[in-house]
């Protein structure tokens, strides 16, 4: 698969959301917008919820990826699909069944989607892996844009690259906290093949262009890593 770039609107000016989907939307544009949805309960920050997700579904033609760091997912994700989010990615540290509710989430038409925190290990995870569409692994503490990227996360990017090809799944990788110019390699080495970036998207003077040179740097490098190169 391609590698995909997926700004996150957390570091956009959520007075112009519309705007800021468009100025990285098109065809070399980004692959879907990643939504932090924040509860101020999961993480000590607040963002936005569902009439947000359903307005902003309405508004571009950029697909929804929805990065809910709330308390009971098991609750309140499908609402997001309903909203209009062509992704949701829950916590397993907040979902009590999260089997169940990844196979909600896939009834309901979206792709389901599980993230953990940099102290969760993946290894606990490994038979519901066939359950989901896309891991979520944070090179981050969750709940702000802008924090230093957390090198630390890059074993566990390698673990679960592995699993990934010892059971022969198409499930997606994806990479969330810090990823810029400087770490966007790290990662694609080390097996993710979708990078939400939040700062170094809408931090840039042109965001289209971070958004194509972020995904040039992802590609090259995986071009030439060993976990690709086995396919
Ligand atoms: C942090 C969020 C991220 C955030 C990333 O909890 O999940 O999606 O927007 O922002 P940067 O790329 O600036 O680290
Ligand atoms: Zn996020």
């Known amino acids: 698969m391609a590698v995909q770039i997926n700004p996150s609107i957390l570091s956009a000016d959520f007075a112009r959301l519309a705007e800021e989907a468009e100025s990285v939307s098109g065809p070399e544009g980004a692959d879907w917008l ?14 936005l919820g569902v009439p947000i997700v359903e307005s902003l579904a309405r508004a571009t033609d950029t697909p929804l990826d929805c990065h809910l760091m709330i308390e009971d997912p098991d609750r309140w994700a499908p609402q997001y ?82 699993l990934i090809s010892k059971h022969g799944l198409q499930l997606w990788l994806q990479v969330d906290g810090g990823v810029s110019a400087d770490t966007i390699e790290r990662c694609a080495e080390a097996g993710a093949d979708v990078f939400v970036a939040g700062s170094a998207v809408y931090g840039a003077t042109d965001p289209a262009e971070a958004v194509r040179s972020l995904r040039a740097q992802a590609a090259a490098k995986t071009a030439s890593s060993a976990w690709a190169c086995d396919h």
Not at 34 to 47: G, K, Q, S
């Open 34 to 47: 990643h939504v932090d949805v924040m509860d101020n309960h999961f993480v000590p920050n607040l963002t």
């Open 81 to 162: 699909v309903e909203a209009g989010a062509g992704s949701v990615t829950f916590h397993a540290e907040a979902a009590a069944a999260p089997v169940r509710l990844a196979r909600e989430i896939r009834a309901k038409g979206a792709r389901a989607s599980m993230a953990l925190k940099p102290a969760t290990p993946i290894e606990p995870y490994e038979d519901l892996l066939p359950e989901l569409d896309m891991l979520l692994i944070m090179t981050v503490e969750p709940g702000f844009g802008g924090q230093a990227f957390l090198d630390i996360m890059l074993p566990k990017i390698r673990r679960t690259r592995e």
